[in-house]
């Protein structure tokens, strides 16, 4: 895509469906799903137009994301999987891989914690008040988020393969 009006109006759609997507954040169940596929499209955005496009996408789509969306999914979105998989191509220019994770790891666990630290800001909700079990259960799930944030991982990996060998040459045709 040579032309800027054209990368433009692609980042503007790709913004514009993020935010329909991080609308269904308000279904039950969906508060984690949800920012993740949003976050998602920022990938696209890589792949189409390279890596100074997808962070304007990301902003865009926060400032929607923070006016129309549920708490917590906002969060997510701004404080993570809005920025993490352009974020994802720049760490893994890094040839190793065990830095590649720690950073990726670093990077998870910080977003995570903030997002609840700015929660239990706003709704006063204390893990020490919970007693012993609240301490306990928040590490089982902080435990759980991290297995899952290395599938995320690994899944973006597999959603950008599949992207590039199914919908890229379509894509790249259309705006020839």
């Known amino acids: 895509m040579k032309n800027q009006t054209v990368k ?13 997507f991080m609308l269904l954040s308000y279904f039950p169940y969906f508060t984690y799903a949800v920012p993740a596929v949003s976050g998602v499209l920022t990938l696209v955005v890589l792949i ?41 191509a720049i760490i893994e220019r890094l040839r190793n891989r065990v830095v590649q994770y720690l950073i990726k790891f670093a990077i998870f666990n ?16 204390n893990i ?12 089982g799930v902080v435990l759980l988020a991290n297995i899952t944030f290395y599938l995320y991982d690994i899944v973006l990996v597999r959603v950008a393969n599949m992207y590039l060998r199914l919908l890229h040459p379509k894509i790249k045709k259309m705006f020839k």
Request: aromatic fraction near 20%.
């Open 110 to 125: 910080i977003a995570v914690v903030a997002v609840y630290a700015v929660l239990s800001l706003l709704f006063g909700v």
């Open 48 to 88: 189409e137009l390279g890596e100074k496009w997808p962070f304007f996408t990301y902003l865009v789509t926060s400032v929607l994301v923070f006016i129309f969306a549920e708490p917590e999914s906002k969060l997510m979105y701004i404080m993570l999987f809005g920025y993490y998989p352009f974020l994802k």
């Open 8 to 20: 433009i109006t692609f980042c503007a759609i790709m913004a514009a469906l993020g935010t329909v």
């Open 128 to 139: 020490i008040e919970m007693g012993k079990y609240g301490v306990w259960g928040a590490a």
